[in-house]
């Protein structure tokens, strides 16, 4: 492994050339409203560019865990949070997020998230924060033997010279750069294996501003490109199968200690089920020194046409 790359180290990055980081810091950016509804204290985010009409739903993880992290001191910090979708959000309309103030007790702060689109809720979020405390402390270790992320090709080297949409947009609008150690399942490949497993690095292309906050709600935002390819591959699909509807059902996270989401992150994932034309993934999220940042769960619809149905 090399050494842990600081925040400044983006080698790759050309500052004269579109930073699309700069998407992700556009998003982050909420505005807090001159009103309430009811309980609610309001927030208004805009939306970014997504192939499709659909709101990425990363985005709306991000925003919302910033929305509430507005309504709470610099000393905490969220720990956890779990996220239900309830609709698919418009692309080209912004969001506003209503926080409510569940409690703040001596230690820990609770906080419920609605965020709202045209006034339906797209996305009902509980967050948690808490004071740094010293405790007990233990953690499963980072697999061995994985490639630097400098040493694997990134998804523009992969995709960059396709001509579709989506192909151009995972290449050159996504903030995150993001580089598969498992063979990416962006196109087909009979001979992939069919297992439940994924893994790879992540980053931001350009440093990231801000504090504990901002970075764990960018690593929200990006937790949510591919924790559902581990029940992809384990029965041989891949992104450009046709016929294939996927969204996601729910999402759920731990923040187990500080991250940089502009350094690079190993986004370990596994997929124990799928059934019911839904499936499980649960990611582990560790920074270049081995420690391990954030755990992840997530279940997702998966509707595919029967003949591609293996089991």
Do not use: C
Not at 120 to 126: F, K, P, Q, V
Not at 176 to 182: E, L, P, S
């Amino acid at each position: 492994m090399t050494d842990q790359t600081t925040a400044g180290d983006h080698a790759d990055f050309d500052p004269t050339a579109f930073d699309p980081t700069e998407n992700l810091r556009e998003v982050l950016r909420l505005t807090r409203m001159n009103e309430t509804r009811g309980s609610e204290e309001m927030f208004a985010g805009t939306v970014v560019p997504n192939p499709g009409k659909r709101v990425f739903g990363g985005q709306v993880l991000a925003q919302s865990i910033m929305a509430a992290s507005l309504t709470i001191g610099d000393d905490r910090h969220i720990h956890s949070m779990h996220g239900y979708f309830l609709r698919a959000g418009d692309a080209l309309e912004p969001i506003e997020f209503g926080v409510e103030n569940l409690r703040d007790g001596r230690s820990f702060s609770a906080r419920r998230v609605h965020a709202y689109q045209n006034g339906r809720i797209l996305l009902s979020m509980m967050a948690s924060f808490q004071d740094w405390d010293a405790g007990l402390d233990h953690q499963d270790p980072m697999p061995a033997n994985i490639p630097d992320p400098e040493t694997l090709p990134s998804t523009a080297d992969l995709l960059g010279k396709i001509d579709h949409p989506a192909a151009r947009f995972s290449s050159t609008q996504r903030p995150f750069d993001i580089r598969h150690v498992t063979e990416p399942i962006y196109l087909p490949n009979e001979s992939r294996p069919l297992e439940p497993e994924n893994t790879l690095w992540m980053k931001t292309f350009s440093p990231l501003a801000g504090g504990e906050a901002v970075h764990r709600a960018a690593l929200a935002y990006a937790s949510d490109y591919t924790l559902l390819e581990p029940v992809l591959r384990r029965h041989g699909l891949d992104w450009s199968t046709r016929g294939m509807s996927i969204a996601s059902l729910d999402h759920s996270m731990w923040f187990h200690r500080p991250v940089r989401a502009d350094e690079w992150l190993l986004y370990v994932q596994h997929s124990p089920s799928a059934s019911g034309a839904r499936g499980l993934s649960a990611g582990r999220i560790y920074n270049q020194a081995g420690a391990l940042v954030a755990s992840v769960g997530q279940e997702g619809m998966i509707r595919v046409p029967t003949e591609l149905i293996r089991n």
